[in-house]
């Protein structure tokens, strides 16, 4: 029995990155997949992949700051599908690094928009479906750089430790209401955003280099499908960090070490 046989399994940001990744690891797991992403064509790709591959899925465009668009997306898939059980929500964006008095209010709303209130739109919506179904689980995508940040990520950072607290919040919330909220915080990851962002720097490679070891989506999927899953019916409220132990130190993702020496601790 697939895990997400018979879900209906909304995922934001769905057309890129770990979007993606999640909504192809959601319909592997038997779940029909709706993709909202303001990219309607590259959200299509996406959907087209995984009914292609024997799923089912379908494309909202969507902007996540705009309430009607939010609500319609939300409406129009009950009306396809039923009452979302599971909604990864996940849309975000970055800028390159700006410092406080280079952020403008333009470019300080904007991610806040996004990151945020777009955030609090997506889960406004399936939290009322699933009041009316009986409940579901939803995840966020956070942000290690909501515990720790490289300079210049002030308006980032801030949004993703917003998010983090709104998910707690809403998880104490709904704890009743047979609904879940968690948070994975990821630390690096080779998506489109990241790339976006290496692309802007002025030696990419030796920034690339210089964060470690990096996460692929589908390492961050794994968790994100795990916290949607009744494996972790126990987790509620809870912030993963997933991050190559980058928080650690804090610097770059730790890497493996080959060849390593077995050394012998005196007892």
Not at 211 to 229: C, D, K, R, Y
Request: charged share 15%.
């Amino acid at each position: 029995m697939k895990k997400f046989e018979g879900k209906i399994a909304v995922v934001t940001g769905g057309a890129s990155g770990l979007g993606r990744a999640t909504a192809l690891s959601f319909a592997k797991q038997g779940a029909k997949v709706a993709l909202l992403d303001i990219d309607a064509k590259l959200a299509e790709t996406v959907a087209k992949d995984i009914r292609q591959s024997g799923g089912q899925a379908v494309a909202v465009p969507c902007d996540v700051t705009n309430q009607a668009q939010v609500e319609n997306g939300f409406n129009g898939i009950a009306e396809i599908y039923g009452a979302v059980d599971v909604a990864h929500i996940n849309a975000g964006i970055i800028y390159k690094p700006l410092y406080i008095n280079e952020l403008t209010l333009d470019q300080w709303n904007h991610i806040i928009s996004i990151n945020l209130t777009g955030a609090f739109l997506c889960a406004k919506q399936a939290i009322t479906q699933m009041l009316e179904s009986g409940g579901g689980n939803i995840v966020f995508t956070g942000s290690n750089w909501a515990y720790v940040c490289d300079p210049g990520f002030a308006s980032y950072a801030a949004s993703k430790a917003a998010v983090v607290a709104l998910a707690r919040a809403l998880a104490l919330d709904h704890a009743c209401d047979n609904i879940r909220v968690n948070v994975v915080c990821p630390g690096n990851m080779m998506t489109p955003l990241l790339e976006e962002q290496l692309s802007q720097a002025e030696n990419p490679q030796a920034v690339l280099e210089s964060m470690g070891q990096i996460s692929t989506p589908e390492e961050v999927a794994n968790l994100v499908l795990f916290l949607a899953s009744d494996d972790s019916s126990a987790m509620k409220g809870s912030a993963v960090i997933i991050d190559q132990g980058e928080t650690l130190g804090y610097g770059p993702g730790l890497s493996v070490r080959k060849n390593r020496t077995s050394v012998s601790r005196a007892v």
